[in-house]
């Protein structure tokens, strides 16, 4: 029910969007760092595709995203005025943006990360942007495959704490799409990302493993081959990807419980679900 009251609200909806979208772009300036770090840790006979104009596109598109995400720093006005007075975190903070104006900065973001994330791949991939349903180039095989995957596995997290995976915050509802589990997908889309170059650059994945064709319904296929050495490396991951969806889907929860309650103080609020308390197991910090 706590929710179902987030989501139709504006102020309370847009509150947690922001968040959902600046730890995103977070993340997506973290990976490409982390990419570039890759780089400079290896030789540079084993990249030298990489070129170093594209190093210093790479630092300049790492910055563009850094300042996308600081457009979401919060400000509470309430709290600033008067320590003592007590903040509503819904209305007392700036700034505010609309879901259409969160949207877009996270596609803008996301245009950003992909035209630099591609750069960190050979040109035998074919990778020059990111392209789906369906994909044309074997990394976007590999990536939409593994959303997928990443999604299904946000979906039984949200189930087990006992939110309902239909009704998303940044992802508007749509008929048999499950918004709240792609809002989840996207705190975990840079690990994927990261994974996914692993795959490449450590050739565990060849071009023997891909059939590309002229066909427009499949012009890339991931081959047999391929699937067998993709599940592999990906029940190597998919342990620790439950175990942060969980920890997403615990941690809303409490904060929910903390913030949205509270802003109802005359009345005692119940539990989402029959479990009210984390397991042992801290949460990540967000």
């Known amino acids: 029910m706590q929710q179902y009251d987030v989501i139709h609200n504006d102020e309370s909806r847009s509150y947690w969007a922001s968040i959902l979208v600046r730890l995103k772009l977070h993340q997506q ?28 596109e790479i630092d300049d598109s790492i910055q563009k995203i850094k300042s996308l995400r600081d457009k979401f720093r919060k400000h509470y006005v309430a709290s600033a005025k008067n320590p003592n007075q007590s903040t509503n975190i819904y209305s007392d903070y700036t700034p505010r943006y609309q ?4 949207i877009g900065t996270e596609g803008v973001g996301s245009a950003i990360y992909f035209k630099c994330y591609q750069q960190f791949f050979a040109d035998e991939w074919q990778f ?18 593994s959303y997928t995957l990443l999604q299904h596995l946000c979906q039984q997290a949200i189930y087990s704490v ?18 709240l589990a792609c809002d989840f997908v996207e705190l975990q889309r840079s690990t994927i990302d990261f994974w996914v170059w692993e795959l ?3 050739a565990v994945l060849d071009s023997a493993d891909f ?3 002229d066909e427009t319904r499949y012009p890339c296929e991931l081959l047999k081959s391929g699937r067998s050495k993709f599940y592999k490396a990906f029940a190597a991951i998919r342990p620790n ?18 913030n949205h309650c509270h802003q109802d103080t005359s009345s005692v609020q119940p539990s989402l679900s029959f479990i009210s308390h984390h397991p042992e197991a801290p949460p990540p910090p967000l």
């Open 162 to 179: 006992g939110f309902d995976p239909y009704h998303g915050l940044l992802h508007s509802q749509s008929y048999g799409r499950q918004s």
């Open 29 to 56: 300036a973290t990976t490409l760092r982390k990419l570039q770090h890759c780089l400079h840790n290896t030789n540079p006979t084993d990249h030298s595709h990489i070129s170093q104009i594209k190093l210093i």
């Open 211 to 213: 059939r590309i064709s």
């Open 99 to 102: 879901i259409p104006s969160l």
């Open 241 to 258: 990807l439950t175990k942060t969806a969980l920890s997403h889907a615990w941690l809303w929860q409490n904060r929910l419980q903390r």
């Open 128 to 145: 020059h942007s990111r392209n789906r349903r369906p994909p044309r180039d074997p990394v976007n095989v590999v990536l939409s495959l």
């Open 200 to 202: 490449f650059d450590q």
